[in-house]
């Protein structure tokens, strides 16, 4: 079967991976160049996206920020999974809030800004501290801010409307202010769904940002309750989609209950740890969803950990000995992910001695979150009072 990926990054690259065993021929349309490409090499394949619709069986995203009028032919093909409307409330938080309102699952309180005085009834509703977010192109932390106290108002405002009056994205633009959620950790699920209406879902991870990127996540402890509140936001959000392939949520926790931060209709960076951790793969079982295929078991195999590599960096021969690295073929930008390392082990207890054995052969300024970090205490999915 040959499947096509919107979006020539990593994330189409390991789909392309995955999809090998099973004779699934990934290929990728760049939405920027116009060009089709091959995921692993990036050799370009030539122009065109409407020719590559033609010759893919499947059609699916591994990114949110497309234009409309991509989606729309996708959409019209009948071949694209999760298709337009999924994609569309993932790349755009005025229509994500609808979707988890109208669901009715727990998110953060919000307000949305087009002018001053908008901003002004915000503060009201919300209160300081609160988060703005771009509705549109907002990925990583980037088209963020933070607005503490009354006196920073005028600068924050002025910001944002010089934001809003430059966006690419012209009047579609907006933010949306959100109540500070003073949260005691932030978790996502990824699970599979099939057209049949059938689930696979991983174990909640846990993940550490640094700078609004994911720097690590870890899987290794399991919360039933935790796990089981997640799920059923999960199953009521992808049956409310109709949802067909890896959809990703993440959620903040707060006193041992979960609200929703934000959802991705895609395979997801807190998901790699399934490449070495789980049964079967959430880039595999993202095509097995899509193309029709029965699903894979994602039940987790081993006690898990997946570090990002960000900007120049170099991975040590003896890192190689202890644990999995990914290379994505990409040339090193500061802020840009280029890799991952996948550490696995038996028990939690090895997972910590190996993942500790590892944290001094990464470089302090090329790892922040991860110097000084306490593992045990992220060991975590377990209660506060819980841990060893
Ligand atoms: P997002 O792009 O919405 O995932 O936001 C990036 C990061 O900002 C999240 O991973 C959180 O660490 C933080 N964040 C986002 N929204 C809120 C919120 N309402 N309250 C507190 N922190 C937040």
Not at 123 to 140: C, E, N, R, T, V
Not at 147 to 169: C, D, G, M, Y
Request: glycine share 8%.
């Amino acid at each position: 079967m040959n499947v096509l990926v919107l979006g020539a990054g990593q994330l189409a690259r390991m789909m392309a991976l995955a999809g090998a065993p099973l004779d699934l021929n990934v290929t990728a349309f760049d939405v920027t160049s116009g060009n089709m490409i091959h995921p692993v090499t990036q050799t370009i394949l030539g122009k065109g996206l409407e020719s590559g619709i033609e010759h893919a069986d499947v059609i699916t995203a591994e990114f949110e920020h497309i234009s409309p009028d991509v989606l729309a032919l996708c959409e019209d093909s009948g071949k694209f999974f999760p298709g337009e409307n999924a994609i569309l409330i993932g790349g755009d938080r005025r229509k994500e809030k609808a979707l988890l309102d109208n669901a009715g699952v727990k998110n953060a309180r919000y307000h949305i800004i087009n002018t001053s005085e908008d901003l002004d009834s915000a503060i009201k509703k919300l209160g300081f501290p609160m988060i703005l977010k771009s509705a549109l192109d907002g990925y990583d932390g980037k088209g963020q801010w933070r607005l503490k106290r009354q006196e920073e108002v005028t600068s924050t405002w002025n910001e944002i409307n010089a934001f809003l009056q430059h966006s690419p994205q012209g009047k579609r633009q907006c933010i949306i202010a959100e109540e500070f959620i003073s949260f005691d950790r932030e978790v996502s699920l990824i699970g599979a769904r099939n057209a049949k209406g059938e689930f696979e879902i991983y174990s909640l991870t846990e993940n550490i940002h640094h700078e609004g990127i994911l720097r690590l996540s870890i899987c290794a402890t399991e919360n039933e309750a935790l796990q089981n509140q997640a799920e059923v936001m999960f199953k009521v959000i992808a049956e409310n989609l109709n949802y067909v392939g890896i959809l990703a949520i993440e959620f903040f926790e707060v006193n041992g209950a979960l609200m929703v931060n934000e959802i991705a209709p895609r395979v997801h960076n807190s998901g790699h740890w399934t490449q070495q951790g789980a049964e079967v793969c959430q880039f595999e079982n993202h095509l097995r969803a899509i193309c029709g295929l029965p699903l894979g078991s994602a039940k987790q195999i081993r006690p898990s950990a997946m570090i990002n590599i960000v900007g120049d960096v170099k991975i040590s021969e003896h890192i190689m000995r202890l644990a999995h690295v990914h290379w994505y073929n990409k040339s090193p930008r500061p802020g840009r992910k280029i890799g991952h390392i996948t550490v696995c082990e038996k028990t939690t207890e090895q997972l910590i001695e190996t993942f500790e054995a590892i944290i001094p052969l990464l470089e302090k300024e090329q790892f922040p979150a991860l110097h000084g970090i306490k593992i045990r205490e992220h060991l975590t999915l377990k209660k506060k009072d819980e841990h060893p």
